[in-house]
């Protein structure tokens, strides 16, 4: 008799937070993902199913962390406002200076009519579309899809402009000018890009940018198939910013674990000590920055 009038309000309490998510059309962890179905590439950047929605109401719910060397920012805790003179547009900024970072890594919501500002004098910026399309204007208009980049060398002039509705990934920085060299702009997409080599590793690694001089930073992309794992235990003094495009996993930072899925960003510290297992049924791929080409000093 006591055990049952222990589950009679729990029963209730679940049929009740069920029917509720169905009657706003939400996804459940009762109920295979409304957007389980939905197979476009990176949906799961915007429409994260791992984590159960109805937990995200739980008040003091989330899985992101801030420490010293490392963070985790995970999607419940994105916080999304209207960017400084874009037009139509919220972002949420990830990863800042003011979390120990030289460079900037942030989402961009665009709406119909959205349009883009200018970086600050000096500042390069590198585009990544996981939603949407956006067109880019620098002097040609090119279409920009999901998987596709550019890469705008600093105080260069351009526009990016959405008819329909898109979400971007964008890193800036201050632009570490060595010698009389500079960067170019580049536009293209992941698949024109080979894979390379990875002594001693087993994922799939592209570079999306040119690896010479003139560019002081990197994105890349890297694949690892269920149960894969990064064979070095890396140390180092660059820096990372990292979001999940697809996948899940186990991601150690310093001495911590932490379980990530797409739509988490990643910033690490020079010389977090740093490992990634992929889990799951599907592989994993992420987008990374790295800064290169600079001496530490």
């Excluded at 729990?10 to 939400?26: S, W």
């Excluded at 295979?32 to 179905?37: H, L, V």
């Excluded at 970086?119 to 949407?132: A, I, N, S, T, W």
């Amino acid at each position: 008799m006591q055990l049952r009038s222990l589950l009679l309000p729990l029963l209730l309490f679940l049929f009740v937070i069920k029917g509720k998510m169905a009657e706003q059309g939400m996804c459940s962890v009762f109920a295979p993902s409304c957007e389980a179905n939905s197979e476009t590439l990176y949906s799961k950047v915007t429409n994260p199913t791992l984590n159960p929605s109805c937990l995200q109401d739980l008040p003091g719910f989330t899985r992101s962390v801030f420490e010293r060397d490392h963070a985790l920012v995970t999607p419940e805790s994105q916080v999304f406002s209207p960017l400084p003179d874009w037009i139509n547009t919220s972002g949420a900024y990830l990863i800042t200076p003011a979390i120990g970072a030289h460079f900037v890594m942030y989402l961009a919501k665009m709406q119909a009519g959205s349009k883009s500002a200018v970086p600050l004098k000096d500042v390069e910026r590198f585009v990544f579309v996981v939603q949407g399309s956006v067109a880019l204007e620098v002097g040609a208009v090119y279409n920009l899809n999901v998987d596709s980049y550019a890469y705008l060398p600093p105080s260069m002039e351009h526009l990016i402009k959405c008819d329909e509705s898109a979400t971007i990934v964008l890193f800036e920085r201050r632009y570490a000018q060595i010698g009389t060299d500079v960067p170019e702009l580049k536009i293209g997409s992941t698949d024109e890009h080979p894979l390379l080599e990875t002594p001693g590793e087993i994922f799939e690694l592209r570079k999306l940018l040119p690896t010479s001089g003139p560019y002081d930073f990197n994105i890349h992309i890297m694949d690892f198939k269920p149960g894969e794992y990064l064979n070095v235990k890396e140390v180092h003094y660059n820096q990372h910013g990292l979001l999940l495009l697809e996948g899940q996993g186990i991601y150690r930072l310093g001495d911590k674990w932490y379980p990530v899925q797409a739509g988490d960003v990643i910033w690490m510290a020079p010389f977090v000590p740093q490992w990634y297992c992929a889990l799951g049924k599907n592989r994993t791929r992420y987008l990374l920055y790295k800064d290169v080409n600079r001496n530490p000093l």
